[in-house]
C-alpha cells in the first residue's frame, strides 16, 4: 500500500505540498488559540521549506519523482537546440533500426524455433542438405516409403515418426467451382506428420496414420492457414470445400493454426497432402511401394529420457537391417561397401530446415558485425556532441556543486538524459526497423516472389532492441557524464577558462573522431570489397548468351499430360515449332534445366574401361532448338534433329569438360557410354560437343554436362526457353497467347527472363555488397558531421585565442589552415589506424570474394582519399568562420 | 526541573504516538503534541519538526491512518487515528519496551 501510494504521490506533488503546508498552518493555529506566542509558535517549527522538504520526501517515492524530473529537464533542453538533437536521434535510430532489422533476420532464418510442441525433442535422419529422388543403395539422406514405415514399427527411441517428401510438389490445381487454375505448392506428408510435431488443427482435423495406409484412396487434404486466408478468403464453410489435383478430388479436411508453416524455413506449403497419394498429385512422383524408391526425409521425436546417442546407434542399426531385408536389394560388393560406411547421423531439428540459413548465414553475420560498427560510429558521434554541449553547461553544473548538489546527483541527472535521447532514438529506430525488414526481405528474396519468412518485430526483437538501446546509453552518456562533473569549482567559476580543461575535453573529443574515421574507413574497404567482388561475379561467362532469352514454365502434367506419352511430345513439338514461327523469334526450345535450377545426376559406364563409374555427371533434357536458343557453340558434330525420334539410335551431346573425362585419348564422336550401367536401353552414342557452359552456381568449376533430346528421354517438368529481339513484353504476351492458343489449360507460370535468373543466383552477394555501401556511405556521413561539430566546437572555444592572433597579425589564411591543419591530423591519424584493421578484416572474408584476395592498393587509396576529402570538407566551414573572426570582437569575447 | 532531552524521544516517540492514539483515537498532530507534554508532566516533548515527520512516516508504514475534518471552529484539521496493523504494532512496540527497561533496570541494580 505504502509504495503505490507513494508513487502516486509523485504524480500529485501538488496536492501533497499543498496538504502539508495547510495541515501546518492547522498545528500553528491551534497554537495561538491555545495561548503560544505566534512567532515562537512559526519558530518552533524550523525552517518552513526545510519541514516541508522532508515530509514531502517522507510521502514521496524519491527516485521516481527525480528520474521524472531529470527526464523533463532533459527533453526540455534538447528541444532547446534542435539540430543537435535532429542529428543525434537520427543517427541513433539508424544504428539501433538497422541492428534489429538484420538481427530479426538473422533470428528468423537461423535461431527461431518451429512453432511446433516441443522442437528440441525433434531430430532428422541425415542432414536434410539432399533433395530429390535417388534410387542409390545406403543413402543415408533420403528414404523410400517402405523404409519409413518399417522404421516406425521397429525403433526403440522415438516417441513417433513422420516422413514427407523432399520436394514441394507445384501444382496447378483448381478449387471446386472455379473455372481457372491455380498455383498451389503441396507437401506430401505422411499420416503421422501433424502428431509428431504436436501440431493441432485450427479447424477439422490434421492428417491421422489412417489416411496413409493404403495407396491412392484417401483424397484428403490439410491446408495453411495463409492459404485459406489468401485463397478461401477464410471462408467458414472451408471443410466442406474440395480441390481438384491432377485427375482427382481431395476433401479439405483441416486448415492449420496461423503460426505453422511447416517445417523449413523459407518455404510454406499451402497445402499438405498424405503420401499415399504421391502417385496422383502431379508431377506424380510416385513410389509408394517401391523399397528403393528414395525422396523422403524422415523426422522423428525421441521418446523422454533417450539420448541422441542411443538414437543415433538404434537407428543405425535399423538401417542396415531393413535395406538388407528388402528382397529386390541388390546385394553387390560395390553396394556392401557403401552400407559399411554409411553413418546416418541425427541432426537436430528444433530450428527446422533450411536452404536460406545455408545461403545466408555467413553474409547475415558479416552484415551484423557491420551494422554494430556502424552504431559505434554513431555513438562515438552523439558522446562527442554531448560533451561539447556539457562543456557549454560547465558553468550552471559548477554553480550547482557549489550549492550543495552531491557529484552523484549530477551524474544520476546526465545519464538519465543521455537514457532519454537513447530510448528516443530506440523507440525511432523500432519504427525504422520493422520498415527496414520489408526491406530486407524483398531483397534476399531476389526474384519476383517474396521469401515466406516471418520478419515481424516480436517481444524478443523488442528485448534485444531495448538491451542495445540501453547499452548505447551507457556508452554514450557515462563518459561526458563523468567528465563534466568533475570540475575545479573555482576555475569554472571564474570568467573564462582554465586552459586545463579544454585541453581534457579535446583529447578525449579527439580520441572519439579518429577512431570514428578509422571504423568509417573499415566500413568503406568492406563496402569496395563486395562491390568488385560481385562485379567479378556478374562479368563471368556463363558459356551461353544470357541476354533477350524468355523463359517460362508450363505445368503440362498438371493438364493431364503425362511424361514421354506421344501426346506430350507432339505437345512440346507444335508449341516449339508455332513459338519458333512467331516474328522477333530466333529460336525456342524446351528443356529439363536452364541454370540453378538443380539437376539430375548419375555416374556413366564407358564399355571397356571403369572410367566413367566414380564421376556424377549432370544430364540435360533438352529440344532439337536449345543450343540455337541459347547460344552454346557446338565445337564438333551435330546438334539434335528431327531425325532423333523415340525409335532411333539413342543419341547424346557431352560438353567439353566430360568429353576430355569420359574419352581423353581420340575422336569422342562415335563413341559409346551408358547411363547410369551398361544395360542396352541405356546405351548413347555421342553426336556432339558443346562448349562448356555453367550449370548450377556462376562461381563453378566446369561441369560434367550432357544432353539428351526429350524424344528420347522422358521428362515432366520442364521450362521454355525463347530467344528474342526487341522489347520484353510483347513477346512475353505472345508467346502465353501462343501456347494458350495449341491447349487453353496449360498452366503457365515464372515467367521471367534468363538474365533474371542468373542474376538471382548473386542474391545474396548483392545483399551484403549493397548494404554495406549504404552503411559505408552513412558512416562516412556520421563522421563528416563529428568532425565539423567538433572544429567548430574548437574554433568557438579559441575564438579569443583567434583574435589574438590576428591582432598580432596572423593573415586569415593562416588562422584558417590552422584548423585545416588540425582537422587532417586526425583524419590521417584515424585512417592510418583503420588501414590495418581493414586489412585484417578483409582478409576473415577473403572466402567470400571471388576473383581477387583482398583489398589491392588502388581500391585503398581510393577510400582514403574519399575520406580526406570528407575531412576537408567538414572542416571547411569552421576554418572560413575562424578566418572571418573579427579582432575586435573576438578579444571581449568570453 | 531540568527538561530531559527530547533525544530520549528517539526510539519510542512512535510508541507514545500509538499509544496515545490508542487511548483518545482521532485527534490531530497539536493534541498529540500537547498529550504527549501533558501525560508526561513536561517531562518529555515532542519538537514539531520531529513529531511530523514521524506521523507521516507512520501513515506510509500503514499503522495510523489521517483524515481530513471540520473541528469545532469551522476549520479544517487532520486527524490522525490507529489501524489494525497499527495496534499490533503497539503491542509490538510496547514489549519491546519493557524488555529494555527491564534489562537497564536490572544493569543498575547488579552493577
Same mark, same amino acid.
Given at each position: 500500500?505504502?509504495?503505490?501510494?507513494?508513487?502516486?504521490?509523485?504524480?500529485?506533488?501538488?496536492?501533497?505540498?499543498?496538504?502539508?503546508?495547510?495541515?501546518?498552518?492547522?498545528?500553528?493555529?491551534?497554537?495561538?488559540?491555545?495561548?503560544?506566542?505566534?512567532?515562537?509558535?512559526?519558530?518552533?517549527?524550523?525552517?518552513?521549506?526545510?519541514?516541508?522538504?522532508?515530509?514531502?520526501?517522507?510521502?514521496?517515492?524519491?527516485?521516481?519523482?527525480?528520474?521524472?524530473?531529470?527526464?523533463?529537464?532533459?527533453?526540455?533542453?534538447?528541444?532547446?537546440?534542435?539540430?543537435?538533437?535532429?542529428?543525434?536521434?537520427?543517427?541513433?535510430?539508424?544504428?539501433?533500426?538497422?541492428?534489429?532489422?538484420?538481427?530479426?533476420?538473422?533470428?528468423?532464418?537461423?535461431?527461431?524455433?518451429?512453432?511446433?510442441?516441443?522442437?528440441?525433442?525433434?531430430?532428422?535422419?541425415?542432414?536434410?542438405?539432399?533433395?530429390?529422388?535417388?534410387?542409390?543403395?545406403?543413402?543415408?539422406?533420403?528414404?523410400?516409403?517402405?523404409?519409413?514405415?518399417?522404421?516406425?514399427?521397429?525403433?526403440?527411441?522415438?516417441?513417433?515418426?513422420?516422413?514427407?517428401?523432399?520436394?514441394?510438389?507445384?501444382?496447378?490445381?483448381?478449387?471446386?467451382?472455379?473455372?481457372?487454375?491455380?498455383?498451389?505448392?503441396?507437401?506430401?506428408?505422411?499420416?503421422?506428420?501433424?502428431?509428431?510435431?504436436?501440431?493441432?488443427?485450427?479447424?477439422?482435423?490434421?492428417?491421422?496414420?489412417?489416411?496413409?495406409?493404403?495407396?491412392?484412396?484417401?483424397?484428403?487434404?490439410?491446408?495453411?492457414?495463409?492459404?485459406?486466408?489468401?485463397?478461401?478468403?477464410?471462408?467458414?464453410?472451408?471443410?466442406?470445400?474440395?480441390?481438384?489435383?491432377?485427375?482427382?478430388?481431395?476433401?479439405?479436411?483441416?486448415?492449420?493454426?496461423?503460426?505453422?508453416?511447416?517445417?523449413?524455413?523459407?518455404?510454406?506449403?499451402?497445402?499438405?497432402?498424405?503420401?499415399?497419394?504421391?502417385?496422383?498429385?502431379?508431377?506424380?512422383?510416385?513410389?509408394?511401394?517401391?523399397?528403393?524408391?528414395?525422396?523422403?526425409?524422415?523426422?522423428?521425436?525421441?521418446?523422454?529420457?533417450?539420448?541422441?546417442?542411443?538414437?543415433?546407434?538404434?537407428?543405425?542399426?535399423?538401417?542396415?537391417?531393413?535395406?538388407?531385408?528388402?528382397?529386390?536389394?541388390?546385394?553387390?560388393?560395390?553396394?556392401?561397401?557403401?552400407?559399411?560406411?554409411?553413418?546416418?547421423?541425427?541432426?537436430?531439428?528444433?530450428?527446422?530446415?533450411?536452404?536460406?540459413?545455408?545461403?545466408?548465414?555467413?553474409?547475415?553475420?558479416?552484415?551484423?558485425?557491420?551494422?554494430?560498427?556502424?552504431?559505434?560510429?554513431?555513438?562515438?558521434?552523439?558522446?562527442?556532441?554531448?560533451?561539447?554541449?556539457?562543456?557549454?553547461?560547465?558553468?550552471?553544473?559548477?554553480?550547482?556543486?557549489?550549492?550543495?548538489?552531491?557529484?552523484?546527483?549530477?551524474?544520476?541527472?546526465? #545519464?538519465?538524459? !543521455?537514457?532519454? %535521447?537513447? &530510448?528516443?532514438?530506440? +523507440? =525511432?529506430? $523500432?519504427?525504422? *526497423?520493422? /520498415?527496414?525488414?520489408?526491406?530486407?526481405?524483398?531483397?534476399?528474396?531476389?526474384?519476383?516472389?517474396?521469401?515466406? #519468412?516471418?520478419? !515481424?518485430?516480436? %517481444?524478443? &526483437?523488442?528485448?534485444? +532492441? =531495448?538491451? $542495445?538501446?540501453? *547499452?548505447? /546509453?551507457?556508452?554514450?552518456?557515462?563518459?561526458?557524464?563523468?567528465?563534466?562533473?568533475?570540475?575545479?569549482?573555482?576555475?569554472?567559476?571564474?570568467?573564462?577558462?582554465?586552459?586545463?580543461?579544454?585541453?581534457?575535453?579535446?583529447?578525449? *573529443?579527439?580520441?572519439?573522431?579518429?577512431?570514428?574515421?578509422?571504423?568509417?574507413?573499415?566500413?568503406?574497404?568492406?563496402?569496395?570489397?563486395?562491390?568488385?567482388?560481385?562485379?567479378?561475379?556478374?562479368?563471368?561467362?556463363?558459356?551461353?548468351?544470357?541476354?533477350?532469352?524468355?523463359?517460362?514454365?508450363?505445368?503440362?502434367?498438371?493438364?493431364?499430360?503425362?511424361?514421354?506419352?506421344?501426346?506430350?511430345?507432339?505437345?512440346?513439338?507444335?508449341?516449339?515449332?508455332?513459338?519458333?514461327?512467331?516474328?522477333?523469334?530466333?529460336?525456342?526450345?524446351?528443356?529439363?534445366?536452364?541454370?540453378?535450377?538443380?539437376?539430375?545426376?548419375?555416374?556413366?559406364?564407358?564399355?571397356?574401361?571403369?572410367?566413367?563409374?566414380?564421376?556424377?555427371?549432370?544430364?540435360?533434357?533438352?529440344?532439337?532448338?536449345?543450343?540455337?536458343?541459347?547460344?552454346?557453340?557446338?565445337?564438333?558434330?551435330?546438334?539434335?534433329?528431327?531425325?532423333?525420334?523415340?525409335?532411333?539410335?539413342?543419341?547424346?551431346?557431352?560438353?567439353?569438360?566430360?568429353?576430355?573425362?569420359?574419352?581423353?585419348?581420340?575422336?569422342?564422336?562415335?563413341?559409346?557410354?551408358?547411363?547410369?550401367?551398361?544395360?542396352?536401353?541405356?546405351?548413347?552414342?555421342?553426336?556432339?560437343?558443346?562448349?562448356?557452359?555453367?550449370?548450377?552456381?556462376?562461381?563453378?568449376?566446369?561441369?560434367?554436362?550432357?544432353?539428351?533430346?526429350?524424344?528420347?528421354?522422358?521428362?515432366?517438368?520442364?521450362?521454355?526457353?525463347?530467344?528474342?529481339?526487341?522489347?520484353?513484353?510483347?513477346?512475353?504476351?505472345?508467346?502465353?497467347?501462343?501456347?494458350?492458343?495449341?491447349?487453353?489449360?496449360?498452366?503457365?507460370?515464372?515467367?521471367?527472363?534468363?538474365?533474371?535468373?542468373?542474376?538471382?543466383?548473386?542474391?545474396?552477394?548483392?545483399?551484403?555488397?549493397?548494404?554495406?555501401?549504404?552503411?559505408?556511405?552513412?558512416?562516412?556521413?556520421?563522421?563528416?558531421?563529428?568532425?565539423?561539430?567538433?572544429?567548430?566546437?574548437?574554433?568557438?572555444?579559441?575564438?579569443?585565442?583567434?583574435?589574438?592572433?590576428?591582432?598580432?597579425?596572423?593573415?586569415?589564411?593562416?588562422?584558417?589552415?590552422?584548423?585545416?591543419?588540425?582537422?587532417?591530423?586526425?583524419?590521417?591519424?584515424?585512417?592510418?589506424?583503420?588501414?590495418?584493421?581493414?586489412?585484417?578484416?578483409?582478409?576473415?572474408?577473403?572466402?567470400?570474394?571471388?576473383?581477387?584476395?583482398?583489398?589491392?592498393?588502388?581500391?585503398?587509396?581510393?577510400?582514403?582519399?574519399?575520406?580526406?576529402?570528407?575531412?576537408?570538407?567538414?572542416?571547411?566551414?569552421?576554418?572560413?568562420?575562424?578566418?572571418?573572426?573579427?579582432?575586435?570582437?573576438?578579444?571581449?569575447?568570453? | 526541573?531540568?527538561?530531559?532531552?527530547?533525544?530520549?524521544?528517539?526510539?519510542?516517540?512512535?510508541?507514545?504516538?500509538?499509544?496515545?492514539?490508542?487511548?483518545?483515537?482521532?485527534?490531530?498532530?497539536?493534541?498529540?503534541?500537547?498529550?504527549?507534554?501533558?501525560?508526561?508532566?513536561?517531562?518529555?516533548?515532542?519538537?514539531?519538526?520531529?513529531?511530523?515527520?514521524?506521523?507521516?512516516?507512520?501513515?506510509?508504514?500503514?499503522?495510523?491512518?489521517?483524515?481530513?475534518?471540520?473541528?469545532?471552529?469551522?476549520?479544517?484539521?487532520?486527524?490522525?487515528?490507529?489501524?489494525?496493523?497499527?495496534?499490533?504494532?503497539?503491542?509490538?512496540?510496547?514489549?519491546?519496551?519493557?524488555?529494555?527497561?527491564?534489562?537497564?533496570?536490572?544493569?543498575?541494580?547488579?552493577?
Amino acid at each position: 500500500m505504502s509504495l503505490w501510494s507513494r508513487i502516486g504521490n509523485v504524480f500529485q506533488a501538488d496536492k501533497v505540498n499543498r496538504e502539508i503546508e495547510e495541515e501546518f498552518e492547522a498545528h500553528i493555529a491551534e497554537a495561538i488559540a491555545q495561548g503560544r506566542d505566534p512567532e515562537e509558535a512559526r519558530r518552533a517549527f524550523g525552517s518552513a521549506l526545510r519541514q516541508r522538504e522532508m515530509s514531502h520526501a517522507i510521502r514521496v517515492l524519491g527516485w521516481l519523482e527525480n528520474f521524472l524530473q531529470d527526464s523533463a529537464y532533459g527533453v526540455r533542453s534538447m528541444l532547446r537546440s534542435p539540430a543537435l538533437t535532429m542529428v543525434a536521434l537520427l543517427s541513433l535510430a539508424l544504428g539501433i533500426g538497422a541492428n534489429t532489422a538484420i538481427f530479426s533476420l538473422l533470428d528468423a532464418v537461423m535461431l527461431r524455433s518451429l512453432p511446433v510442441k516441443d522442437p528440441a525433442q525433434l531430430v532428422l535422419l541425415g542432414t536434410g542438405t539432399a533433395s530429390g529422388k535417388t534410387d542409390d543403395f545406403a543413402r543415408t539422406e533420403l528414404y523410400s516409403y517402405p523404409f519409413y514405415r518399417q522404421l516406425r514399427e521397429k525403433n526403440q527411441v522415438f516417441s513417433d515418426t513422420a516422413a514427407m517428401c523432399s520436394m514441394t510438389n507445384a501444382v496447378h490445381g483448381f478449387v471446386e467451382g472455379r473455372t481457372d487454375s491455380e498455383p498451389m505448392n503441396v507437401k506430401l506428408v505422411s499420416g503421422t506428420y501433424f502428431t509428431t510435431l504436436g501440431v493441432r488443427a485450427w479447424k477439422g482435423r490434421t492428417l491421422n496414420d489412417a489416411d496413409d495406409n493404403s495407396e491412392g484412396d484417401h483424397p484428403v487434404a490439410v491446408i495453411s492457414y495463409a492459404w485459406w486466408k489468401r485463397s478461401l478468403a477464410r471462408d467458414p464453410n472451408v471443410l466442406n470445400r474440395e480441390l481438384k489435383l491432377g485427375n482427382m478430388i481431395y476433401n479439405i479436411v483441416g486448415v492449420a493454426p496461423p503460426e505453422f508453416f511447416g517445417t523449413k524455413v523459407g518455404e510454406a506449403p499451402d497445402m499438405w497432402i498424405p503420401l499415399s497419394m504421391i502417385k496422383e498429385v502431379p508431377p506424380n512422383f510416385g513410389g509408394y511401394r517401391d523399397n528403393f524408391s528414395e525422396s523422403l526425409f524422415i523426422l522423428a521425436r525421441l521418446k523422454p529420457g533417450v539420448s541422441s546417442t542411443q538414437a543415433t546407434s538404434n537407428v543405425n542399426l535399423l538401417f542396415r537391417q531393413i535395406l538388407l531385408g528388402f528382397p529386390d536389394a541388390e546385394l553387390s560388393q560395390e553396394n556392401r561397401r557403401e552400407l559399411d560406411k554409411a553413418q546416418v547421423p541425427l541432426t537436430p531439428m528444433a530450428t527446422g530446415l533450411s536452404s536460406l540459413r545455408r545461403q545466408f548465414s555467413e553474409p547475415l553475420q558479416i552484415l551484423m558485425a557491420v551494422v554494430a560498427l556502424v552504431l559505434l560510429i554513431a555513438c562515438a558521434n552523439i558522446a562527442n556532441l554531448l560533451l561539447a554541449r556539457s562543456t557549454a553547461r560547465a558553468r550552471e553544473l559548477a554553480v550547482r556543486q557549489a550549492l550543495g548538489a552531491r557529484r552523484t546527483r549530477l551524474i544520476r541527472q546526465l #545519464l538519465t538524459e !543521455s537514457l532519454i %535521447l537513447a &530510448l528516443f532514438g530506440g +523507440a =525511432l529506430g $523500432v519504427a525504422f *526497423a520493422s /520498415a527496414g525488414n520489408r526491406l530486407l526481405l524483398r531483397m534476399i528474396s531476389g526474384g519476383p516472389e517474396t521469401i515466406p #519468412l516471418n520478419v !515481424s518485430i516480436d %517481444l524478443r &526483437l523488442l528485448a534485444f +532492441a =531495448l538491451a $542495445v538501446t540501453v *547499452a548505447t /546509453a551507457i556508452l554514450f552518456g557515462t563518459i561526458p557524464a563523468f567528465r563534466s562533473t568533475r570540475l575545479e569549482l573555482t576555475n569554472t567559476l571564474k570568467a573564462g577558462r582554465g586552459p586545463q580543461d579544454t585541453l581534457r575535453k579535446n583529447r578525449l *573529443a579527439r580520441v572519439l573522431i579518429v577512431s570514428q574515421v578509422s571504423l568509417s574507413l573499415v566500413l568503406m574497404v568492406g563496402a569496395g570489397l563486395f562491390l568488385r567482388s560481385l562485379v567479378n561475379l556478374d562479368k563471368i561467362d556463363t558459356g551461353f548468351n544470357r541476354e533477350n532469352v524468355l523463359r517460362l514454365e508450363i505445368d503440362s502434367s498438371s493438364a493431364g499430360y503425362k511424361p514421354g506419352e506421344p501426346r506430350a511430345i507432339a505437345l512440346d513439338q507444335e508449341i516449339e515449332e508455332r513459338v519458333s514461327a512467331l516474328p522477333s523469334v530466333r529460336a525456342a526450345s524446351f528443356s529439363a534445366f536452364t541454370f540453378h535450377e538443380g539437376s539430375w545426376g548419375s555416374n556413366v559406364v564407358v564399355p571397356g574401361t571403369n572410367i566413367g563409374q566414380s564421376v556424377d555427371v549432370k544430364h540435360n533434357v533438352v529440344g532439337d532448338g536449345y543450343f540455337a536458343t541459347m547460344q552454346i557453340p557446338l565445337l564438333r558434330g551435330r546438334s539434335f534433329s528431327p531425325s532423333d525420334t523415340s525409335t532411333s539410335q539413342r543419341v547424346a551431346i557431352i560438353s567439353e569438360h566430360l568429353a576430355k573425362v569420359l574419352f581423353p585419348l581420340g575422336n569422342p564422336l562415335g563413341r559409346h557410354y551408358g547411363l547410369g550401367d551398361d544395360k542396352p536401353e541405356n546405351d548413347v552414342i555421342v553426336v556432339g560437343i558443346a562448349k562448356n557452359v555453367k550449370f548450377g552456381e556462376l562461381a563453378e568449376d566446369p561441369v560434367n554436362l550432357d544432353y539428351f533430346p526429350y524424344t528420347q528421354r522422358p521428362w515432366d517438368f520442364g521450362d521454355f526457353e525463347v530467344r528474342y529481339t526487341g522489347a520484353y513484353a510483347p513477346i512475353a504476351a505472345a508467346v502465353q497467347q501462343t501456347i494458350h492458343s495449341i491447349d487453353r489449360n496449360l498452366p503457365i507460370s515464372k515467367v521471367t527472363t534468363l538474365d533474371e535468373q542468373v542474376a538471382r543466383t548473386l542474391t545474396n552477394q548483392r545483399l551484403v555488397a549493397q548494404l554495406c555501401t549504404f552503411f559505408g556511405v552513412l558512416s562516412g556521413f556520421l563522421s563528416c558531421i563529428g568532425i565539423y561539430g567538433l572544429m567548430s566546437y574548437v574554433v568557438s572555444r579559441r575564438t579569443n585565442e583567434i583574435g589574438i592572433r590576428m591582432a598580432l597579425g596572423a593573415a586569415r589564411f593562416t588562422v584558417g589552415w590552422l584548423v585545416i591543419r588540425e582537422t587532417l591530423w586526425l583524419a590521417v591519424v584515424g585512417i592510418a589506424i583503420g588501414i590495418p584493421i581493414a586489412l585484417g578484416g578483409s582478409r576473415l572474408v577473403s572466402d567470400m570474394l571471388y576473383g581477387f584476395r583482398g583489398a589491392d592498393p588502388a581500391s585503398l587509396a581510393a577510400v582514403v582519399m574519399l575520406l580526406l576529402l570528407v575531412a576537408l570538407f567538414a572542416g571547411y566551414f569552421p576554418a572560413r568562420r575562424a578566418s572571418k573572426v573579427d579582432p575586435m570582437v573576438a578579444l571581449r569575447y568570453e | 526541573m531540568a527538561r530531559t532531552k527530547t533525544d530520549s524521544l528517539q526510539g519510542s516517540l512512535d510508541l507514545l504516538v500509538l499509544k496515545i492514539l490508542s487511548r483518545r483515537p482521532r485527534q490531530h498532530g497539536y493534541a498529540i503534541m500537547a498529550a504527549i507534554a501533558g501525560m508526561s508532566d513536561d517531562v518529555l516533548r515532542a519538537e514539531e519538526g520531529s513529531l511530523y515527520p514521524a506521523l507521516y512516516r507512520m501513515e506510509e508504514a500503514g499503522w495510523i491512518r489521517a483524515e481530513w475534518i471540520k473541528n469545532e471552529t469551522g476549520r479544517r484539521a487532520r486527524v490522525y487515528e490507529l489501524t489494525a496493523a497499527g495496534k499490533k504494532q503497539l503491542g509490538a512496540e510496547e514489549s519491546r519496551w519493557q524488555a529494555i527497561s527491564a534489562a537497564i533496570n536490572r544493569v543498575l541494580r547488579e552493577a
